[in-house]
């Protein structure tokens, strides 16, 4: 254990500490912006034109120009395929894992395999959502050293609290193409808490409520004399305003006779009407509906908020169970609630905080701008760590969301960090061998909460080799878990005698859905009981093979030891074991290996007082020798 | 509960502090984030008087400011100085920690 020393003043904080340009930046699946904390309070800072949020929407044009925001969504239309929107939903996924989302977006990708998604714009070029993702934070970039006179000292960037490593990573990976330095990823929520000042209060605890364009995030933080803990987490990223605007499109598309067969331009047409209407019965009862099709005859028709709740509201209701189990998982009654936030365009509308409210029992918070929440406590938080605000010393705590563990003999996970950790976090856990003369670990990193490794996922594996040839649990591997404070897993392994060591940094080629986080989180409470009975069988076939080997080998090397019908009682508890082992029983086996033991264990008695007999023979020899 | 010190520690400090300097006005414990169990311990020399809320005691002369939010976390601890073969060094007897990790600097509440 290493002890510390006094350092000189702000030493220790040097390493978070770059100055006073600093920004928060919200990375939307719709919007994008940015905000900087001017006079102890944070501001967006707008373009030029005055425009606060900048769609998430780069253009990129058959001559090599990239267009974003604004101008690239208007060129949409035209360049269906060439302009992509929500390239978040892609970040840190695989093709394979998008094909739902892909469904309903007019992208066409390089590859349908491969570890990242590309698309092919302009020119057949491949863009993956990284490059996009970056393209638009250079531009918030551009914007906010044009507003504050000079290069940024680093940025904040949210990103949903659902996130997993893959998707982390990929938002710092664009941070870094975009040339900002990524202080920290920020979970979305987490920076709306911080917007709404809530760490001015003594204490509470809050839900926030995040239902933006594309994805959903539920939160229950605490908050204990000014330091917060995020105390569950849940949500679905593949929920958002944008499905209430498909599903208004669609029904749209059919009325129009075009449900099947349709063009990319008036797909989008659709939607952007789609979204316009319900962005406009948020203050109105009725509007009317106006799209142009292909040929440029116009259609129309009316639109009642009524008939607009009555298509959104299952969708809207898949925000239930994601809230109960993050309650629950808080270990809380909504009525336990101080306030819950709401965060994101679509909380805007109405159905939606009625079903909030309905949900919670109470009326939501919503005096910040929903759109502007999350970049504006970002801007809270880069100013923290930039070390320039007056609350230098407020902590902020995430969690991890699901389970890590380590793959350990039969199959069985250990699980090293339990999910809703606070992160930054570690974990240190030693292992030994479980076979004489190996000479390596093989480390299986896993995610997830069932107790079997084939349930749970695969994150990575590597090897400790190299140890010296020792008799089983001689060897110990130290294993060390680190998740930083961007939710990135590192794993390092050292055996303690040879000093060989590994290490191994998870950054997995493709990410989970969140629909799979959700299920995976389903099953193990399904399979809960089932799984421990699974577990406890192969924790007992282990050790029965244990003593069964080592009773094998003892008769074959001291049969002579045996007393007269020893062998018999000895060998029929091993037949009654290996029938045990056969069976599903842990009982049955656990008690057949206590048998084992039993009928053994004058034998080994024996045996041991011979060695015994043995190592003192031969020191009183040694001595005898010693003293001549 | 008042943060104290071993007489050990404390004679080390002293020491330290006469070798930095006058310009030492005090020494800074608190908790931050960071580290592989979510906390931190800061102990710093200080140059200046310290700030209006933080809690200070006074150690034969040695002045210890402590914010009061670390405090909520530091309460009752007594502040050692341990020297082995391999290193020397202060270190944190905190009633409050839950756990602590290997390295030591980082502790659980």
Same mark, same amino acid.
């Given at each position: 254990?290493?002890?510390?020393?006094?350092?000189?003043?702000?030493?220790?904080?040097?390493?978070?500490?770059?100055?006073?340009?600093?920004?928060?930046?919200?990375?939307?699946?719709?919007?994008?912006?940015?905000?900087?904390?001017?006079?102890?309070?944070?501001?967006?800072?707008?373009?030029?034109?005055?425009?606060?949020?900048?769609?998430?929407?780069?253009?990129?044009?058959?001559?090599?120009?990239?267009?974003?925001?604004?101008?690239?969504?208007?060129?949409?239309?035209?360049?269906?395929?060439?302009?992509?929107?929500?390239?978040?939903?892609?970040?840190?996924?695989?093709?394979?894992?998008?094909?739902?989302?892909?469904?309903?977006?007019?992208?066409?990708?390089?590859?349908?395999?491969?570890?990242?998604?590309?698309?092919?714009?302009?020119?057949?070029?491949?863009?993956?959502?990284? @490059?996009?993702?970056?393209?638009?934070?250079?531009?918030?970039?551009?914007?906010?050293?044009?507003?504050?006179?000079?290069?940024?000292?680093?940025?904040?960037?949210?990103?949903?609290?659902?996130?997993?490593?893959?998707? #982390?990573?990929?938002?710092?990976?664009?941070? #870094?193409?975009?040339?900002? @330095?990524?202080?920290?990823?920020?979970?979305?929520?987490?920076?709306?808490?911080?917007?709404?000042?809530?760490?001015?209060?003594?204490?509470?605890?809050?839900?926030?409520?995040?239902?933006?364009?594309?994805?959903?995030?539920?939160?229950?933080?605490?908050?204990?004399?000014?330091?917060?803990?995020?105390?569950?987490?849940?949500?679905?990223?593949?929920?958002?305003?944008?499905?209430?605007?498909?599903?208004?499109?669609? #029904?749209?598309?059919?009325?129009?006779?075009?449900?099947?067969?349709?063009? @990319?331009?008036?797909?989008?047409?659709?939607?952007?009407?789609?979204?316009?209407?319900?962005?406009?019965?948020?203050?109105?009862?009725?509007?009317?509906?106006?799209?142009?099709?292909?040929?440029?005859?116009?259609?129309?028709?009316?639109?009642?908020?009524?008939?607009?709740?009555?298509?959104?509201?299952?969708?809207?209701?898949?925000?239930?169970?994601?809230?109960? #189990?993050?309650?629950?998982?808080?270990?809380?009654?909504?009525?336990?609630?101080?306030?819950?936030?709401?965060?994101?365009?679509?909380?805007?509308?109405?159905?939606?905080?009625?079903?909030?409210?309905?949900?919670?029992?109470?009326?939501?918070?919503?005096?910040?701008?929903?759109?502007?929440?999350?970049?504006?406590?970002?801007?809270?938080?880069?100013?923290?760590?930039?070390?320039?605000?007056?609350?230098?010393?407020?902590?902020?705590?995430?969690?991890?969301?699901?389970?890590?563990?380590?793959?350990?003999?039969?199959?069985?996970?250990?699980?090293?960090?339990?999910?809703?950790?606070?992160?930054?976090?570690?974990?240190?856990?030693?292992?030994?061998?479980?076979?004489?003369?190996?000479?390596?670990?093989?480390?299986?990193?896993?995610?997830?909460?069932?107790?079997?490794?084939?349930?749970?996922?695969?994150?990575?594996?590597?090897?400790?080799?190299?140890?010296?040839?020792?008799?089983?649990?001689?060897?110990?591997?130290?294993?060390?878990?680190?998740?930083?404070?961007?939710?990135?897993?590192?794993?390092?392994?050292?055996?303690?005698?040879?000093?060989?060591?590994?290490?191994?940094?998870?950054?997995?080629?493709?990410?989970?859905?969140?629909?799979?986080?959700?299920?995976?989180?389903?099953?193990?409470?399904?399979?809960?009981?089932?799984?421990?009975?699974?577990?406890?069988?192969?924790?007992?076939?282990?050790?029965?093979?244990?003593?069964?080997?080592?009773?094998?080998?003892?008769?074959?090397?001291?049969?002579?030891?045996?007393?007269?019908?020893?062998?018999?009682?000895? @060998?029929?508890?091993?037949?009654?074991?290996?029938?045990?082992?056969?069976?599903?029983?842990?009982?049955?086996?656990?008690?057949?290996?206590?048998?084992?033991?039993?009928?053994?264990?004058?034998?080994?008695?024996?045996?041991?007082?011979?060695?015994?007999?043995?190592?003192?023979?031969?020191?009183?020899?040694?001595?005898?020798?010693?003293?001549? | 509960?008042?943060?104290?010190?071993?007489?050990?520690?404390?004679?080390?400090?002293?020491?330290?502090?006469?070798?930095?300097?006058?310009?030492?006005?005090?020494?800074?414990?608190?908790?931050?984030?960071?580290?592989?169990?979510?906390?931190?311990?800061?102990?710093?020399?200080?140059?200046?008087?310290?700030?209006?809320?933080?809690?200070?005691?006074?150690?034969?002369?040695?002045?210890?400011?402590?914010?009061?939010?670390?405090?909520?976390?530091?309460?009752?601890?007594?502040?050692?100085?341990?020297?082995?073969?391999?290193?020397?060094?202060?270190?944190?007897?905190?009633?409050?920690?839950?756990?602590?990790?290997?390295?030591?600097?980082?502790?659980?509440?």
């Amino acid at each position: 254990m290493s002890l510390l020393q006094i350092s000189e003043p702000g030493q220790a904080r040097v390493k978070e500490k770059c100055g006073g340009r600093a920004v928060g930046i919200d990375l939307g699946t719709t919007n994008s912006l940015v905000a900087h904390v001017q006079e102890a309070a944070p501001r967006v800072l707008p373009d030029p034109a005055g425009r606060s949020l900048l769609p998430s929407v780069v253009h990129y044009a058959a001559d090599g120009r990239v267009v974003v925001g604004a101008e690239a969504m208007a060129l949409a239309p035209r360049f269906p395929r060439d302009t992509v929107a929500s390239a978040k939903r892609f970040m840190g996924r695989a093709p394979e894992d998008s094909a739902a989302i892909r469904a309903l977006t007019p992208y066409e990708l390089v590859a349908e395999t491969g570890p990242v998604v590309r698309f092919r714009v302009a020119g057949g070029r491949g863009v993956t959502p990284v @490059e996009v993702s970056a393209e638009i934070l250079r531009t918030l970039r551009a914007r906010a050293e044009a507003a504050l006179g000079g290069d940024l000292d680093g940025a904040v960037i949210t990103v949903p609290a659902y996130f997993d490593d893959a998707q #982390r990573q990929a938002t710092k990976d664009a941070g #870094r193409l975009a040339g900002l @330095e990524v202080l920290r990823l920020l979970s979305e929520p987490t920076a709306a808490a911080l917007a709404y000042g809530l760490d001015k209060r003594s204490e509470g605890t809050f839900a926030v409520f995040d239902l933006g364009g594309g994805t959903f995030d539920i939160s229950v933080l605490r908050l204990t004399a000014g330091v917060f803990e995020v105390q569950a987490i849940g949500g679905d990223s593949a929920l958002g305003g944008d499905d209430f605007d498909r599903a208004l499109a669609a #029904r749209f598309l059919a009325e129009l006779g075009l449900a099947g067969s349709r063009s @990319e331009g008036q797909l989008r047409r659709v939607l952007d009407e789609a979204r316009a209407a319900r962005e406009r019965l948020t203050a109105a009862a009725a509007t009317t509906v106006r799209v142009a099709r292909d040929d440029g005859s116009p259609w129309e028709r009316p639109l009642g908020r009524d008939e607009l709740e009555a298509l959104i509201r299952p969708i809207v209701a898949r925000t239930g169970p994601p809230c109960r #189990r993050a309650l629950k998982d808080a270990g809380l009654a909504p009525t336990d609630l101080d306030g819950v936030i709401l965060v994101g365009g679509a909380t805007r509308t109405p159905a939606v905080r009625a079903f909030v409210r309905e949900l919670f029992g109470r009326e939501p918070l919503a005096d910040i701008d929903p759109d502007l929440v999350v970049a504006l406590g970002a801007a809270v938080q880069a100013d923290l760590l930039a070390g320039a605000g007056p609350r230098a010393d407020v902590l902020l705590l995430d969690v991890i969301p699901l389970s890590l563990g380590l793959e350990t003999m039969g199959g069985v996970v250990e699980k090293l960090i339990p999910r809703n950790s606070t992160i930054p976090c570690g974990a240190k856990q030693t292992f030994t061998t479980f076979a004489d003369k190996q000479t390596g670990f093989d480390l299986h990193v896993v995610q997830g909460e069932r107790e079997l490794v084939a349930e749970c996922r695969s994150l990575a594996r590597f090897k400790l080799g190299g140890l010296p040839p020792l008799p089983a649990g001689m060897a110990r591997a130290e294993i060390t878990f680190l998740v930083d404070a961007d939710g990135i897993l590192r794993v390092s392994a050292r055996e303690e005698l040879s000093g060989q060591e590994a290490a191994i940094e998870v950054k997995p080629t493709y990410g989970l859905t969140d629909a799979e986080i959700e299920r995976m989180l389903l099953d193990s409470f399904e399979h809960a009981e089932a799984d421990v009975r699974a577990r406890l069988l192969i924790g007992e076939r282990i050790e029965a093979d244990r003593i069964l080997q080592a009773t094998r080998q003892a008769l074959a090397v001291d049969a002579a030891l045996l007393a007269p019908g020893e062998r018999d009682r000895i @060998e029929s508890a091993m037949a009654a074991l290996l029938k045990a082992r056969a069976g599903e029983d842990h009982t049955a086996i656990h008690e057949a290996v206590q048998a084992l033991d039993q009928a053994g264990r004058e034998f080994a008695g024996r045996r041991m007082n011979r060695s015994v007999a043995a190592a003192m023979t031969g020191r009183s020899i040694d001595e005898l020798e010693g003293k001549g | 509960m008042p943060i104290t010190v071993t007489e050990k520690a404390l004679g080390k400090i002293k020491e330290l502090v006469q070798k930095r300097g006058p310009q030492t006005k005090g020494l800074r414990v608190g908790v931050k984030g960071g580290g592989c169990t979510g906390f931190q311990y800061l102990f710093e020399f200080s140059d200046d008087d310290p700030a209006q809320h933080d809690r200070v005691f006074d150690l034969d002369g040695i002045r210890i400011y402590c914010d009061p939010k670390s405090y909520l976390f530091l309460n009752g601890t007594e502040l050692d100085y341990v020297e082995t073969l391999m290193e020397s060094g202060f270190k944190f007897q905190n009633p409050n920690v839950k756990s602590t990790c290997g390295c030591g600097s980082s502790v659980a509440f």
